[in-house]
Structure formats: C-alpha cells, structure tokens
C-alpha cells in the first residue's frame, strides 16, 4: 500500500499484540481508483480478519463479482490466505464470509454456466491441512518459480517446497504451464500426493499452452 505498508505483516503483527482486535482490516480499494478512468481497478474492497476462541475467521467484501468465472477463484485465493494467516498465528481456520455489491453473470458465461450446473459432477473436496509455521516465508520462493516456469525453465518441486503440501502446489504451477503436453502432465500426475489435484492435472490435458494479451475491461 503507497509503497512502503505490507498490510498482511502489519495484520499479523498486530494480532500477535492484540488478537481479539476489529481493527485487522486490509484495504485493497482506494480512494484514487476512481479518481480517473483506468483499465482495471480491484473488485475486493476490503478483508477482515478476526480471532475468536483460537480461531481466525475472514470477511471478504467485493464491490463487483462474476458469480462463474470470478467467484470460485476468489474464494479459492480468500481462504488460502485465512489459512495462511491462520497457521501463521497459531490458530485453527474459522469461518469465511463473502459479501458482494454486485454479484453477476456475463452473457457471455450464460452458456458454459449453464452446461457446469447441468453436468452434476459437482461436489465438496476438502483440501489438505497446511502445515503449521509461517507459510508466508515461503511466498518468495513460490513467485520465483511462477516466473521461471513462465520462461520456460525447469523446476525441481522439492527443492523449492520443504514438505508434500507445497511442493505438490508447484506441481499445479508446472501443470499450468504444461498444459498439452502429456508426457510431463502424466509425470506430475504421479508425483501429487493430493488425489483431488489429479483432476486438475488431467485438464490441462486438452488446453494448450497460455499465451497472455490484453483485455477489455469490465466493471
């Protein structure tokens, strides 16, 4: 934030001196995103972290969210956050709240929507517990291996990651950027140690390699 606050250290900080605080609040919006007109601006306001009985819960407010290509990232991302913090403090997850200005759908997901719903496969997978420490010390090392499979390099999972749980999370980056080729798909495919990973792994089968390029914006 303006360059100089780390607000997740300064949350976390924090609740070490006074966990029972409502002041654990990490703004993304800021007064300058509408100040003039820009391609992108954060759709999250907002994240509240509170400690009660040993337990770290989060509130999630969004000023705008797709209810179909948005959403599940962001409670995906949300939560892995919670649990960061939370194994960082010390405590076990809590509950968390998502609250949306304005929850939609583009037309142009009606369709694909639709055929999600429809096919019925649909169900809850709990993911492995995070091992206890500061997961944020490793944050450094996970974003030089995004950048290095972004170019190309090659990536040895357990070098990176001390334990199954993070490297098999470098396995999903290198599933991302793998994505049609099947022998190395194949060779993470038996590598993960989470089965439910698998399934991922297996999509990435009929894609091919992202290639990133602009956008047009959207509310």
Same mark, same amino acid.
């Given at each position: 934030?303006?360059?100089?606050?780390?607000?997740?250290? =300064?949350? *976390?900080?924090?609740?070490?001196?006074?966990?029972?605080?409502?002041?654990?609040?990490?703004?993304?919006?800021?007064?300058?995103? *509408?100040?003039?007109?820009?391609?992108?601006?954060?759709?999250?306001?907002?994240?509240q972290?509170?400690?009660?009985?040993?337990?770290?819960?989060?509130?999630?407010?969004?000023?705008?969210?797709?209810?179909?290509?948005?959403?599940?990232?962001?409670?995906?991302?949300?939560?892995?956050?919670?649990?960061?913090?939370?194994?960082?403090?010390?405590?076990?997850?809590?509950?968390?709240?998502?609250?949306?200005?304005?929850?939609?759908?583009?037309?142009?997901?009606?369709?694909?929507?639709?055929?999600?719903?429809?096919e019925?496969?649909?169900?809850?997978?709990?993911?492995?517990?995070?091992?206890?420490? =500061?997961?944020?010390?490793?944050?450094?090392?996970?974003? =030089?291996?995004?950048?290095?499979?972004?170019?190309?390099? =090659?990536?040895d999972?357990?070098?990176?990651?001390?334990?199954?749980?993070?490297?098999?999370?470098?396995?999903?980056y290198?599933?991302?950027?793998?994505?049609?080729?099947?022998?190395?798909?194949?060779?993470?495919?038996?590598?993960?140690?989470?089965? *439910?990973?698998?399934?991922? *792994?297996?999509?990435?089968?009929?894609?091919?390699?992202?290639?990133?390029?602009?956008?047009?914006?959207?509310?």
């Open positions: 934030m303006r360059g100089n606050i780390n607000q997740v250290d =300064s949350v *976390i900080a924090f609740l070490k001196k006074t966990p029972g605080s409502r002041r654990a609040v990490i703004q993304l919006f800021n007064a300058e995103d *509408i100040a003039k007109r820009y391609l992108e601006i954060p759709c999250t306001t907002t994240l972290v509170l400690c009660r009985e040993e337990r770290l819960h989060l509130s999630v407010t969004m000023r705008s969210n797709d209810a179909y290509f948005g959403l599940p990232h962001d409670v995906f991302c949300f939560t892995m956050i919670q649990e960061m913090m939370a194994r960082t403090l010390g405590m076990e997850l809590g509950e968390y709240y998502h609250y949306v200005g304005s929850m939609h759908i583009y037309d142009d997901k009606l369709e694909a929507a639709a055929q999600y719903l429809e019925g496969h649909q169900r809850t997978v709990e993911m492995p517990r995070m091992p206890d420490g =500061s997961p944020f010390e490793l944050v450094p090392a996970l974003l =030089s291996v995004e950048d290095m499979l972004r170019h190309g390099e =090659s990536v999972a357990f070098a990176v990651a001390p334990d199954d749980y993070w490297a098999d999370i470098v396995r999903l290198q599933a991302f950027w793998a994505a049609g080729n099947d022998a190395a798909l194949d060779a993470l495919r038996d590598a993960v140690t989470t089965p *439910i990973y698998k399934n991922y *792994i297996d999509g990435r089968r009929t894609l091919r390699r992202r290639t990133f390029r602009s956008r047009e914006t959207r509310d």
